[in-house]
């Protein structure tokens, strides 16, 4: 089956970037005056129809989310939505809460993989999905208003509550996508919880689903999410795994939306790896929906080769889980990712889910009885590059369609053979273009992309 190819395209916002809304706490944009905004603006925005309308929003466990937190509350109170609070919870388990709790909007406070210092605001639908551009480009029209209009009367206000059983519901669900008939017994694995989210459920799903578990990152403090620790610093997840000879090592991000899976000898299992593992499990049991799955641009062609192999077919989608989730829903397909450890099982969830990905790898070594490093031994990566060009012209905007980039990289593409591709993007916060490059050979890979990258410096700056 021939690769389909669909690259949807960003429109400017304002305030939403590639996932929700980010920056530096308590600095613009990400201040208790926008959390406000956004608030209001999102309650009036999913305010459709006469009915109680009612929000969850969770959070990690950054300084900042005891600003953004109130904030956002007062907003949706303003405009006469029920508040839900869970506290600290992973992103999947408010997509998961938003419909299994019929609320109108779910909220997650959090900026992922970065440092304390940031933090971030995203948003999910009745459904539990995250927002289209459209959607987002709504919500900050209505943020730019005059909004004591639009405020409901004082005897129509919400209420904020706190809901005590959501981290058990969350865990019962995650304990769900494991088979019955199979347990964690005798396994050993260590977790990495970053000291964010999911401090509280990921080691407690392992322990009660059988396993002896090494937990590390699980004593936040405000400060010290994913620093030095998690998915960022997986090595210390992977040392871990070497001294206490465990079976498997597992590193989240902040927020539990993404993992890092190393084997038994610490050695990383590279993310499409992961994908195309899952894949086969589905397929093998006729559990997999479309005849092909959902990447990126940036998915390895190690496995595309290898889903055409199996007669399956790769939707490259522009990077973003959520334009994953999009693509996913279009073509009926169930499984999705990113090579990051975002990875989207459609029958469990709308976003990517770093425990549930995991117990999937570990569903599959206990089925088969075999190493975790015997079992994502089942394809090739292709040789891949993935670079930074940083530039000093801040007047300069890259284009798909500036000419001069996409000659060179045309004309360099040519040199890497059939196989061979060039991916470049900019970024979205620095002046700074993401240069990704694939070819069967390795040292002819590294060569072009140095030709290439000054090539693009001198025509930016010149």
């Given at each position: 089956?021939?690769?389909?190819?669909?690259?949807?395209?960003?429109?400017?916002?304002?305030?939403?970037?590639?996932?929700?809304?980010?920056?530096?706490?308590?600095?613009?944009?990400?201040?208790?005056?926008?959390?406000?905004?956004?608030?209001?603006?999102?309650?009036?925005?999913?305010?459709?129809?006469?009915?109680?309308?009612?929000?969850?929003?969770?959070?990690?466990?950054?300084?900042?989310?005891?600003?953004?937190?109130?904030?956002?509350?007062?907003?949706?109170?303003?405009?006469?939505?029920?508040?839900?609070?869970?506290?600290?919870?992973?992103?999947?388990?408010?997509?998961?809460?938003?419909?299994?709790?019929?609320?109108?909007?779910?909220?997650?406070?959090?900026?992922?993989?970065?440092?304390?210092?940031?933090?971030?605001?995203?948003?999910?639908?009745?459904?539990?999905?995250?927002?289209?551009?459209?959607?987002?480009?709504k919500i900050e029209a209505l943020m730019d208003k005059n909004y004591p209009s639009n405020l409901v009367d004082s005897t129509k206000l919400g209420r904020a509550k706190r809901i005590e059983d959501a981290a058990g519901r969350y865990l019962e669900f995650v304990k769900s996508t494991f088979p019955?008939?199979?347990?964690?017994?005798?396994l050993k694995i260590v977790i990495d919880c970053a000291n964010g989210a999911a401090y509280q459920v990921a080691p407690r799903v392992l322990w009660e689903l059988g396993a002896e578990v090494i937990s590390i990152g699980c004593d936040p403090d405000g400060t010290n999410i994913n620093h030095k620790?998690?998915?960022?610093?997986?090595?210390?997840?992977?040392?871990?795994?070497?001294?206490?000879?465990?079976?498997?090592?597992?590193?989240?991000?902040?927020?539990?939306?993404?993992?890092?899976?190393?084997?038994?000898?610490?050695?990383?299992?590279?993310?499409?790896?992961?994908?195309?593992?899952?894949?086969?499990?589905?397929?093998?049991?006729?559990?997999?929906?479309?005849?092909?799955?959902?990447?990126?641009?940036?998915?390895?062609?190690?496995?595309?080769?290898?889903?055409?192999?199996?007669?399956?077919?790769?939707?490259?989608?522009?990077?973003?889980?959520?334009?994953?989730?999009?693509?996913?829903?279009?073509?009926?397909?169930?499984?999705?990712?990113?090579?990051?450890?975002?990875?989207?099982?459609?029958?469990?969830?709308?976003?990517?889910?770093?425990?549930?990905?995991?117990?999937?790898?570990?569903?599959?070594?206990?089925?088969?009885?075999?190493?975790?490093?015997?079992?994502?031994?089942?394809?090739?990566?292709?040789?891949?590059?993935?670079?930074?060009?940083?530039?000093?012209?801040?007047?300069?905007?890259?284009?798909?369609?500036?000419?001069?980039?996409?000659?060179?990289?045309?004309?360099?593409?040519?040199?890497?053979?059939?196989?061979?591709?060039?991916?470049?993007?900019?970024?979205g916060t620095e002046n700074k273009l993401r240069i990704m490059g694939e070819c069967k050979n390795k040292t002819l890979l590294n060569n072009t992309l140095k030709k290439l990258k000054t090539e693009i410096i001198n025509y930016i700056n010149e």
């Amino acid at each position: 089956m021939k690769t389909k190819n669909k690259i949807s395209q960003n429109k400017k916002r304002k305030y939403f970037g590639t996932d929700g809304i980010r920056g530096r706490a308590n600095t613009y944009p990400m201040t208790g005056e926008t959390a406000l905004k956004v608030g209001m603006a999102a309650g009036e925005y999913f305010t459709r129809g006469k009915h109680k309308h009612n929000v969850v929003i969770g959070k990690d466990t950054r300084l900042s989310g005891y600003l953004i937190e109130p904030s956002l509350t007062a907003g949706f109170i303003s405009m006469g939505m029920n508040v839900f609070l869970v506290g600290p919870m992973p992103t999947p388990a408010i997509s998961m809460l938003t419909r299994s709790m019929r609320c109108d909007v779910g909220v997650m406070i959090s900026a992922s993989h970065n440092s304390y210092e940031d933090n971030g605001i995203k948003l999910f639908d009745p459904n539990g999905e995250k927002l289209s551009d459209e959607n987002e480009l709504k919500i900050e029209a209505l943020m730019d208003k005059n909004y004591p209009s639009n405020l409901v009367d004082s005897t129509k206000l919400g209420r904020a509550k706190r809901i005590e059983d959501a981290a058990g519901r969350y865990l019962e669900f995650v304990k769900s996508t494991f088979p019955d008939k199979f347990s964690l017994k005798n396994l050993k694995i260590v977790i990495d919880c970053a000291n964010g989210a999911a401090y509280q459920v990921a080691p407690r799903v392992l322990w009660e689903l059988g396993a002896e578990v090494i937990s590390i990152g699980c004593d936040p403090d405000g400060t010290n999410i994913n620093h030095k620790c998690g998915s960022t610093h997986p090595n210390v997840m992977a040392k871990m795994v070497k001294k206490h000879k465990a079976d498997i090592g597992i590193a989240l991000d902040g927020d539990a939306d993404r993992c890092i899976i190393c084997d038994e000898k610490g050695n990383f299992i590279h993310g499409d790896k992961i994908i195309g593992l899952i894949t086969k499990r589905y397929l093998d049991q006729g559990t997999l929906k479309g005849n092909a799955i959902i990447g990126t641009k940036m998915t390895n062609k190690g496995l595309e080769n290898y889903l055409n192999s199996l007669d399956l077919g790769l939707i490259r989608t522009n990077v973003g889980d959520r334009y994953v989730v999009e693509e996913m829903r279009k073509s009926g397909c169930n499984i999705g990712g990113e090579q990051s450890g975002h990875i989207i099982l459609g029958e469990y969830g709308s976003t990517g889910d770093g425990l549930v990905a995991s117990l999937q790898i570990i569903a599959s070594m206990v089925e088969k009885n075999i190493k975790v490093s015997k079992l994502v031994n089942i394809f090739s990566l292709m040789p891949q590059t993935i670079e930074s060009i940083s530039y000093n012209n801040k007047d300069y905007k890259y284009k798909n369609s500036d000419h001069f980039i996409k000659e060179k990289i045309k004309k360099h593409e040519q040199n890497l053979g059939d196989e061979g591709r060039i991916i470049i993007r900019a970024s979205g916060t620095e002046n700074k273009l993401r240069i990704m490059g694939e070819c069967k050979n390795k040292t002819l890979l590294n060569n072009t992309l140095k030709k290439l990258k000054t090539e693009i410096i001198n025509y930016i700056n010149e």
